[in-house]
C-alpha cells in the first residue's frame, strides 16, 4: 500500500459553473464586441466572458427580480430594472478588454424609482440615452450618466413591449408624412415604441413629437428595427407577421411568416455570405414560436432560409435576439434556457435556420448523472432534467453537441475506455448507444436498445481494455456488450450491434425485488454487481447470468455500486477482516452509510458513517486507497479505506448531489472531482493535497526561524526587536515570558517596567502593534498570576500615549477597556483586603512576641 502522504486530504474548487439565466424576454444582454454577456438570474446580474465561458462578477443584493435590463454597447453602464420595486440601477462596468477573461467593476452609480413595473428597456447606439417603458404605456428616456428623464412619451393604451433607437450619423434628409399630410425633414434621434394595444409609435426625440401612429398589427408588437439609413422600419408581432414600413410615406409591406414572432432585425450589408455564390444585402431576419432563425431577401420577396413546417412548442421557441451591426453573428435567446451564436455564412442546400455556431447551457436544472469522456477528458456528458444529453467542453463549458434521441428524461450515464462511445438510459424505457467523434464533430447514435418495460435507470459497459495493438485497440471499435436494468426489476445483457441490425438481449434475468438503481462491470469483464430498492446487492456471473452472492447490511435503498480498481483487494484495508483479500465493491445508500465489502466471502468489511442524508453515489479514488461519496447533504466526503476515517469534507452545494465522477485519464484519476446538484451548481474539486503540505512545511520552517531569531532578540538583550517580533508573530506565551523576566528583574533607576530599554520599546509602538499588545494586556490582566505584569506594562501605556489615541485604536472596542478596568478593580480592591488582613496579621504577632517575652522573664499570674 503507498505511503499515507500519499492520500488526498484537501480539495479546493478550481471551477463552479453555476446557472445564470433564468427566463425572460430583455433579461440578456450583449456588449458590441461580443464579449461581454449579461443575464440576469432571479435577484442576480450575472456577467460572462462569452468567450472563455468564464463567469466574470455577479450583481447581487437587488432584494428582488429582475424585470429587464441593458448594457450600452461599449459596456460602460449597465440598467436594472427590478420588478416589483420599480426600481432602475444604474452600474458602471469599467470594463477591461485587454486580460483574459475580460475584467469588470460593477459600482452602482444611482438608482431611480419608476411609477409602475419596467417591461422593456433599451440604450441607444451611443451609451447615452436609455429608454424604459412600463405596464402603464409610458416611454421614459434618461440620460445615462446624469439620471435625469429627458423625455415623457404618452400615448401607448397598455403596457409598452418593444424599444428601438434610431441614431443618424449625420444631417438626414428622410422626409415623413406628418399626421396632416404636410411632409417635414426626420430627425436624427428616433424611437420606435410598440405596445400591446398593437400599434408602433415613432417619435422625434430632439422634438418630443409623436412623427407616427402604425396600426398594421393586430396583436402585440414584439420586435422593432431600423434600418441603417433610417429609410425603413421593421416590425414583427404575435400575430405572425412582419411588416416593413417606408419611412417616406409609412406605407406597409406585410409578410406573414407562419409562427408568433418575438424578434426581427435587419442584416448589416455584406456579412451575409452563401456558398453557392452572388450576394444578398437587403436581408432581415425573424424568429419565434418555431425556435428558428429566418432570413428574407427583401429584394425578391422570399425567404432564404429553407421554408418547413416546425411544430410550435410551448416549451420551445426563440424569446429574444440580439444583434450588433458590427459583428457577423447574431445571438439568439430561447425557452429553454439556452443561447446560441449563428453565423451569417450559409451552407447550400439552405438549412430550416441559420447555422449554430456556438450552444450554450444556461442553467441545467436538475443534474442527474455526468461523466467525463477519455482519452483526454475534454468533454463531458451531462443528462439534465430532460430527454437530451448536452457534451460540453470542459474548458468553457460551451455545449459542443446535443444528442437527442429519447422521448423521456435521461436518467443514467456511462462511456468505454475510449470515450468514443456512450451509453444512455431513461424512462422511455430505452437505452441507446453514441458514437463520438469530436474530432470530426460526428455524434450520432449507433444502436437502440428496447426491451424494458418500464423505465432504464442502470446500464454499464465493458470495463476490460482491449490488448494494446489490437484492432479493437487501434480502431476503437465498439463495446461487445451493455448491460442494463431498471424498475421492472429485470437485468438484461444486451449483443451489441451497431451495423444497423436491431441488437438483442443475450439473456434477460428476474434480479431483484424493487427497482434496480445501479449496475457496475468489475475491471475483468467476469462479474457485474446489481444494486437495487430492496436493500441487496447483487454478484453475478457476467457469462452466465447467475447469481453467486448476495450483500445484505444496507437498511434501506442501495443507490451506488462501483467495483474497485484492479489489483486492489480486500488486503489493502488491513486489520483481520482485510486479511481475506478478493475483490470488493463499494455501495451507497439511503441509510446514510457507505460500504465496503469483500467478494471473497460477501462480508462487509467496513462502514463509514459521516453523511447526514441519503447517499446518492460512491466511487474510488487514489487507485483504489480512497473512496469519495456524494449525498443528498450537499456534501462531499472522501475517505481513508485502510483507516476508515474522513479525510476530507468538501462542501460547496446546497442542495442534494445526483452526479458524482473523476476524471478517468491516469495522469488526473483522483485528482479532479467533479459533482453536480439538484440546482445544476456544478463543481471541479482539484487535489492541492501537495501543494498545502509544501506551504505547512514552508511556514513551520519559517516559524522555526523566526522563533530562533525571537531566542537571539532576548539573548543579546535587543528588547525591541524582541517585542515587536512576538506581537508580529502572535506569541502572546513568548511575550508574556520576556515582559515577566523584566518585570521581576531588580528594577533599573527611572524604570517603570523594569528596564529602561524595554520603557522606550513600549513607549514607542506602531498602532497595529499596540492594538495586539492591548488585548494581550486585558488576557493577562483576567489572571492574578500574569495580573502584575499586565498592571506594569499597562502604566507604560498609559503614561506614554494619549487617551484620544488609545481609544482610537482600531480592533481596541469599549469591551476591551471594560475588561482592564473592571479587573484592576478587582485586583485593587483584593489587595485593600490583604492590607486589612495584614494588620490583623501584625497585631497577633507582636501579641505573641510579648507573651514568649514574658514567659522568658517572669511567671505570669493569672
Given at each position: 500500500m503507498a505511503p499515507s502522504q500519499a492520500l488526498k486530504t484537501t480539495f479546493k474548487p478550481s471551477r463552479v459553473v453555476q446557472p445564470f439565466y433564468s427566463g425572460g424576454a430583455g433579461c440578456v444582454a450583449l456588449d458590441s464586441s461580443g464579449r461581454i454577456l449579461v443575464t440576469a438570474y432571479g435577484d442576480e446580474a450575472v456577467i460572462t466572458d462569452i468567450e472563455s465561458g468564464a463567469e466574470i462578477a455577479r450583481i447581487d443584493g437587488l432584494e428582488d427580480e429582475i424585470s429587464t435590463l441593458a448594457l450600452a454597447p461599449d459596456a460602460r453602464y449597465l440598467i436594472l430594472c427590478i420588478s416589483k420595486s420599480y426600481q432602475m440601477h444604474t452600474y458602471a462596468l469599467s470594463p477591461d478588454f485587454t486580460t483574459s477573461p475580460v475584467t469588470v467593476t460593477p459600482e452602482q452609480e444611482r438608482q431611480a424609482r419608476q411609477t409602475t413595473p419596467t417591461i422593456v428597456c433599451a440604450v441607444d447606439p451611443t451609451g447615452t440615452l436609455v429608454a424604459t417603458g412600463g405596464a402603464d404605456g409610458i416611454v421614459k428616456v434618461w440620460d445615462v450618466r446624469k439620471g435625469f428623464v429627458t423625455h415623457n412619451l404618452r400615448g401607448h393604451g397598455g403596457l409598452v413591449s418593444a424599444l428601438s433607437f434610431f441614431m443618424a450619423e449625420g444631417e438626414t434628409t428622410v422626409p415623413v408624412v406628418a399626421k396632416k399630410g404636410k411632409k417635414k425633414v426626420m430627425g436624427r434621434f428616433m424611437l420606435a415604441t410598440g405596445g400591446e394595444d398593437t400599434t408602433i409609435r415613432v417619435w422625434d426625440l430632439e422634438t418630443t413629437t409623436n412623427v407616427a401612429t402604425l396600426q398594421?398589427?393586430?396583436?402585440?408588437?414584439?420586435?422593432?428595427?431600423?434600418?441603417?439609413?433610417?429609410?425603413?422600419?421593421?416590425?414583427?408581432?404575435?400575430?405572425?407577421?412582419?411588416?416593413?414600413?417606408d419611412t417616406k410615406t409609412w406605407n406597409a409591406v406585410v409578410t406573414p411568416t407562419g409562427e408568433e414572432v418575438e424578434a426581427v432585425g435587419f442584416v448589416k450589408p455584406g456579412v451575409f455570405v452563401r456558398e453557392d455564390g452572388g450576394r444578398v444585402d437587403k436581408l432581415v431576419f425573424a424568429a419565434g414560436r418555431q425556435d428558428r432563425v429566418r432570413v428574407w431577401d427583401l429584394a425578391k420577396g422570399e425567404e432564404i432560409t429553407k421554408e418547413a413546417k416546425v411544430e410550435e412548442d410551448e416549451e420551445k421557441g426563440i424569446i429574444q435576439i440580439i444583434y450588433h451591426k458590427n459583428l457577423t453573428s447574431l445571438l439568439s435567446v430561447h425557452h429553454d434556457y439556452t443561447i446560441q451564436i449563428h453565423s451569417f455564412h450559409l451552407p447550400s442546400p439552405a438549412p430550416i435556420s441559420l447555422p449554430t455556431t456556438r450552444h450554450i447551457t444556461t442553467n441545467y436544472d436538475q443534474i442527474l448523472d455526468l461523466q467525463y469522456l477519455p482519452p483526454d477528458s475534454s468533454l463531458i456528458a451531462i443528462a439534465t432534467n430532460s430527454e437530451n444529453v448536452s457534451l460540453v467542453s470542459s474548458a468553457t463549458f460551451h455545449d459542443v453537441a446535443i444528442l437527442r434521441g429519447h422521448t423521456e428524461t435521461i436518467l443514467a450515464l456511462d462511456v468505454d475506455w475510449s470515450g468514443r462511445w456512450l451509453a444512455t438510459a431513461g424512462k422511455d424505457n430505452d437505452a441507446r448507444l453514441w458514437k463520438i467523434d469530436a474530432e470530426n464533430n460526428s455524434f450520432t447514435c449507433a444502436a437502440v436498445f428496447t426491451g424494458h418495460a418500464e423505465s432504464v435507470a442502470a446500464l454499464s459497459l465493458p470495463r476490460q481494455r482491449p490488448q494494446e495493438g489490437s484492432k479493437a485497440a487501434t480502431e476503437k471499435l465498439p463495446p461487445k456488450f451493455m448491460?442494463?436494468?431498471?424498475?421492472?426489476?429485470?437485468?438484461?445483457?444486451?449483443?451489441?450491434?451497431?451495423?444497423?441490425?436491431?441488437?438483442?438481449?443475450?439473456?434477460?434475468k428476474r434480479a431483484h425485488e424493487k427497482d434496480i438503481n445501479a449496475i457496475d462491470v468489475s475491471p475483468d469483464d467476469t462479474l457485474f454487481a446489481s444494486a437495487s430498492q430492496d436493500r441487496t446487492v447483487k454478484i453475478w456471473s457476467l457469462e452466465e447470468g447467475e447469481t453467486i452472492g448476495v450483500l445484505r447490511g444496507h437498511r434501506r435503498a442501495v443507490w451506488s455500486v462501483k467495483f474497485a480498481p484492479a489489483g486492489v483487494s480486500a488486503a489493502v484495508v488491513g486489520g483481520e477482516a482485510g486479511m481475506k483479500g478478493g475483490k470488493m465493491v463499494v455501495t451507497g445508500s439511503t441509510d446514510k452509510t457507505v460500504k465496503l465489502w469483500g467478494l471473497a466471502d460477501y462480508s462487509c468489511i467496513k462502514t463509514f458513517e459521516g453523511h447526514t442524508n441519503s447517499i446518492q453515489r460512491a466511487l474510488w479514488i487514489s487507485g483504489g486507497l480512497q473512496v469519495v461519496s456524494g449525498g443528498n447533504d450537499g456534501l462531499v466526503k472522501v475517505w481513508d479505506v485502510k483507516s476508515g476515517e474522513c479525510s476530507a469534507t468538501l462542501d460547496n452545494h446546497e442542495q442534494r448531489i445526483w452526479a458524482l465522477a473523476t476524471r478517468p485519464d491516469e495522469e488526473f484519476s483522483g485528482s479532479t472531482i467533479v459533482s453536480a446538484d439538484a440546482e445544476g451548481v456544478i463543481t471541479i474539486w482539484a487535489d492541492v493535497t501537495s501543494e498545502t503540505i509544501a506551504e505547512a512545511d514552508a511556514k513551520e520552517q519559517a516559524l522555526v526561524e523566526e522563533e530562533q531569531k525571537l531566542h537571539?532578540?532576548?539573548?543579546?538583550?535587543?528588547?525591541?526587536?524582541?517585542?515587536?517580533?512576538?506581537?508580529?508573530?502572535?506569541?502572546?506565551?513568548?511575550?508574556?515570558?520576556?515582559?515577566?523576566?523584566?518585570?521581576?528583574?531588580?528594577?533599573?533607576?527611572?524604570?517603570?517596567?523594569?528596564?529602561?530599554?524595554?520603557?522606550?520599546?513600549?513607549?514607542?509602538?506602531?498602532?497595529?502593534?499596540?492594538?495586539?499588545?492591548?488585548?494581550?494586556?486585558?488576557?493577562?490582566?483576567?489572571?492574578?498570576?500574569?495580573?502584575?505584569?499586565?498592571?506594569?506594562?499597562?502604566?507604560?501605556?498609559?503614561?506614554?500615549?494619549?487617551?484620544?489615541?488609545?481609544?482610537?485604536?482600531?480592533?481596541?472596542?469599549?469591551?476591551?477597556?471594560?475588561?482592564?478596568?473592571?479587573?484592576?478593580?478587582?485586583?485593587?480592591?483584593?489587595?485593600?483586603?490583604?492590607?486589612?488582613?495584614?494588620f490583623m496579621v501584625e497585631y497577633t504577632l507582636r501579641e505573641m512576641e510579648q507573651v514568649m517575652a514574658d514567659g522568658t522573664g517572669m511567671e505570669i499570674e493569672w
Open positions: 398594421q398589427h393586430g396583436s402585440i408588437v414584439r420586435g422593432l428595427d431600423w434600418s441603417t439609413d433610417g429609410t425603413r422600419l421593421l416590425s414583427g408581432g404575435r400575430d405572425g407577421v412582419m411588416c416593413l414600413f448491460l442494463t436494468g431498471g424498475a421492472d426489476r429485470t437485468i438484461k445483457k444486451w449483443d451489441v450491434s451497431v451495423d444497423g441490425k436491431k441488437p438483442r438481449a443475450v439473456w434477460t537571539n532578540y532576548i539573548s543579546i538583550k535587543d528588547y525591541r526587536s524582541a517585542i515587536s517580533l512576538a506581537l508580529s508573530l502572535n506569541h502572546p506565551g513568548r511575550l508574556l515570558n520576556l515582559l515577566q523576566s523584566v518585570t521581576s528583574a531588580t528594577p533599573e533607576t527611572g524604570s517603570l517596567s523594569g528596564l529602561v530599554a524595554v520603557d522606550e520599546v513600549l513607549a514607542s509602538l506602531s498602532d497595529s502593534q499596540l492594538g495586539v499588545l492591548l488585548c494581550r494586556i486585558r488576557d493577562w490582566n483576567t489572571n492574578a498570576r500574569t495580573a502584575v505584569v499586565a498592571q506594569r506594562v499597562l502604566h507604560v501605556l498609559l503614561r506614554n500615549y494619549g487617551a484620544q489615541r488609545l481609544m482610537g485604536l482600531r480592533g481596541v472596542g469599549r469591551d476591551v477597556w471594560d475588561a482592564l478596568g473592571s479587573y484592576t478593580d478587582r485586583h485593587y480592591k483584593r489587595m485593600e483586603e490583604l492590607v486589612e488582613e495584614s
